[in-house]
């Protein structure tokens, strides 16, 4: 008995400078979610540099008042719901003040409402079916456009600029990738178009061949591609290129990605997809472009926003004095910043504004091509 | 009322003589038949490694997928250090039979290392043990291409042998034709193996009866080697005619070919090296036909439900599993 009770004693000892240097550290955690495995690992990782790049940057430009330094935890849910669940209660057992993801907006509704019951701020750079924030989950904001904007300036476009008069949609049966081929298929009848066919093919698919057949068959105007990820989409590109079909591919925000045009190389050149509009010229894209670039290699779709997601909660924390949520929350909705993506305003919904412009891709860039309003970008 | 550019949608410019004709019925099936073959022929190729394997020590191997992806890979670096010195412009053929060569050495080489470090301590073992060693052999190799590749696709350089014929409406690629016809010699060479020659002879013998090929001084461990040897080797050229049909590798490609290929062996009599090859083309077909004519979102579906059919009636797969003359 006696030497339990010593024991316990050293092992105290041994435990106390630990504890002292907890006290004495004082990290502000903050959480990142999006898939590092799996087929949307590249997309993922890219949301997690750019997340990891505000964090730099904060801590350069002085850190936050009170804290020691800002520990960064980025998770994986695999743009799986499951994972994507334990991820977030992996985070609210790391105490993190805020959370920044996921990607899938099928992982982000069932992780929210984890981090909803325990009062911890998401902000997802990249879910853009507009269920996200439409709940009215009190902690949730989006960076990203929704999809319920994306999918009616997708259809103006066909019907304006490229004057499609019928259009084949295929989409992966994601969340998101079936919302807005659905959204988009809605907005195309009412603007008058005949949407020949709505077809699906399954995540991970790599062989599109049957389905791409299907689409030589039918010669639509407009080939309408709604795929998670820029991977599938360029397979299917090429692919598409390869087996002679001749319709016009148009795509979506997923697909904005340099990689894109790596793999789909010549089959590329041409091919349209609507995104928010960035403001490549401003001096916070430039100083971003020059601090991402040689660490992490070319700006990806969803770096931009996770960078700014990042800063947009640190500012707020910074700002409130507090990591209370309700504190941070109102903070964040006071915000009214030029960030690296857009311009930075939360509305009542938690959502940021979208923006939604044609992109066309040109050589290895997307070039701005389009915008609802006043049409062709000159 | 200014005109704005939108007005006049011109940018729409498509060939004229496309307009005029769709696809007609027959053409549409053909077209199809041919993705169906070309599909079928990748998956027969690694269909052989996992009925080869099974025929020899009754092991599932799981890891397979992963030889095929590794042989992606190893045929995309090997051909962009080919394209990096200039050779590929003045001698396409002998640096993609040069990358063939390389990929499936290397993937032989692995194999033979998978056996020795994580099947053969467990051969005494249950079954069970070796199963579980194998998955966990895949998720290790998947994860270890992840990590030292990377998560991005790796793109296969320029547009090698992508050349194609136009019949009409019906479009057949050079690789589709390579991929048929390499799979088609790959059969036929093996069948010659394994009933023409003395290591064929060995293979089946180890494959009926361990301790008395050893009786007859057949080393089972050497044959045992060498039949992962082949399977891998058939998987990365499995994995090198991938990368340059559809233009880039990932390394998570092995995990779902691998699926199918593992049905299409059960499919066509697990151990039976024809069986693996016509199980192989009929998943890849009722794939095809299945998205083509009925939907694209039930394709697996129709794949396993093919599978389950005939597992129900025939119990030892299309061509029987344990006749033990056509077993490896």
Same mark, same amino acid.
């Given at each position: ?78 743009? +799986?719901?499951? %994972? @994507?669940? *334990? =991820? /977030?209660?992996? #985070? ?7 959370? !920044? ?45 929704? +999809?319920?904007? %994306? @999918?009616? *300036? =997708? /259809?103006?476009? #066909? ?7 019928? !259009? ?49 068959? @039918?010669? *639509? ?65 430039? *100083? ?91 | ?328």
């Amino acid at each position: 008995m006696r030497k339990r009770v010593l024991s316990i004693m050293i092992m105290g000892l041994i435990l106390v400078p630990f504890l002292f240097s907890a006290v004495a550290a004082k990290t502000l955690k903050i959480g990142s979610m999006s898939p590092l495995t799996g087929p949307y690992a590249s997309d993922g990782t890219d949301i997690k540099n750019g997340a990891r790049a505000a964090i730099e940057v904060f801590e350069e430009a002085g850190g936050m008042p009170g804290y020691d330094k800002i520990e960064f935890f980025p998770q994986d849910t695999a743009c +799986d719901p499951r %994972q @994507a669940v *334990a =991820a /977030a209660n992996k #985070l609210i057992n790391l105490e993190v003040v805020g959370v !920044i993801g996921a990607y899938c907006s099928s992982s982000t509704i069932p992780s929210s409402e984890t981090l909803d019951e325990e009062d911890v701020i998401m902000i997802t750079p990249a879910s853009t079916n507009e269920k996200v924030t439409d709940r009215g989950l009190p902690y949730m904001f989006r960076m990203c456009g929704r +999809d319920d904007d %994306q @999918a009616p *300036a =997708a /259809a103006k476009f #066909l019907k304006e600029s490229l004057g499609a008069k019928t !259009i084949f949609i295929v989409d992966d049966k994601t969340t998101y990738s079936q919302g807005l081929a659905d959204g988009v298929k809605k907005a195309s009848i009412a603007l008058g178009m005949e949407v020949v066919a709505h077809e699906h093919v399954n995540q991970g698919d790599k062989d599109f061949s049957a389905i791409l057949t299907m689409a030589k068959r @039918a010669n *639509a105007d407009v080939f309408y591609m709604s795929l998670q990820g820029y991977s599938p989409a360029a397979m299917m590109t090429l692919q598409a290129k390869r087996l002679g079909m001749d319709s016009q591919i148009v795509t979506q925000d997923a697909v904005f990605q340099p990689k894109y045009m790596d793999v789909a190389k010549e089959a590329s050149q041409g091919v349209y997809l609507t995104y928010g509009f960035t403001d490549q010229t401003t001096p916070q894209y430039k *100083a971003f472009e020059e601090r991402y670039v040689p660490k992490y290699g070319k700006i990806a779709a969803y770096a931009t926003y996770a960078y700014d997601a990042a800063t947009a909660l640190l500012y707020a924390i910074k700002a409130a004095g507090s990591t209370d949520p309700e504190k941070v929350k109102a903070e964040l909705m006071k915000l009214d910043f030029q960030g690296v993506a857009k311009k930075i305003k939360f509305n009542a919904k938690g959502d940021s504004g979208s923006s939604y412009i044609a992109y066309k891709v040109v050589g290895d860039k997307f070039v701005p091509y389009w915008e609802p309003v006043n049409g062709l970008i000159k | 009322m200014r005109l704005l550019p939108w007005h006049k949608p011109h940018l729409l410019v498509r060939p004229n003589n496309l307009k005029l004709r769709k696809l007609n019925t027959m053409e549409y099936f053909i077209q199809q038949l041919i993705n169906g073959l070309t599909l079928g022929g990748m998956y027969a190729l690694i269909a052989l490694g996992y009925t080869m394997v099974y025929g020899v020590i009754q092991l599932i191997n799981f890891a397979h997928g992963e030889f095929f992806a590794a042989g992606g890979y190893v045929g995309a670096i090997a051909l962009a250090y080919f394209a990096g010195i200039g050779y590929m412009d003045s001698h396409p053929v002998i640096c993609l039979t040069a990358s063939f060569m390389i990929a499936m050495a290397y993937c032989a080489y692995l194999a033979v290392g998978v056996e020795k470090i994580a099947y053969k301590p467990l051969r005494k073992n249950s079954r069970l043990a070796a199963l579980l060693s194998a998955l966990g052999m895949s998720i290790f190799l998947s994860n270890g291409m992840m990590l030292t590749q990377g998560v991005y696709d790796k793109v296969y350089p320029g547009e090698l042998f992508q050349g194609r014929f136009d019949f009409g409406m019906v479009t057949i690629s050079y690789l589709q034709i390579m991929i048929v016809s390499l799979t088609a010699c790959l059969l036929v060479g093996l069948n010659l193996l394994v009933f023409k020659t003395k290591i064929g002879m060995a293979m089946r013998a180890t494959a009926q009866d361990k301790t008395m090929s050893a009786l007859v001084a057949i080393g089972s461990n050497k044959i045992i080697s060498l039949t992962f040897a082949i399977g891998a080797g058939l998987a990365a050229a499995a994995g090198i005619m991938y990368g340059l049909y559809y233009g880039s590798v990932k390394y998570d490609m092995g995990f779902v070919p691998g699926i199918k290929a593992f049905a299409a062996a059960v499919l066509g009599g697990i151990g039976n090296i024809t069986g693996a090859m016509i199980g192989g083309l009929i998943i890849g077909m009722v794939e095809i036909f299945g998205a083509g004519y009925i939907s694209g979102e039930y394709k697996d579906v129709f794949a396993f439900i093919i599978l389950i059919g005939v597992l129900y009636f025939k119990p030892n797969g299309i061509m029987g599993e344990n006749i033990d003359d056509t077993r490896v």
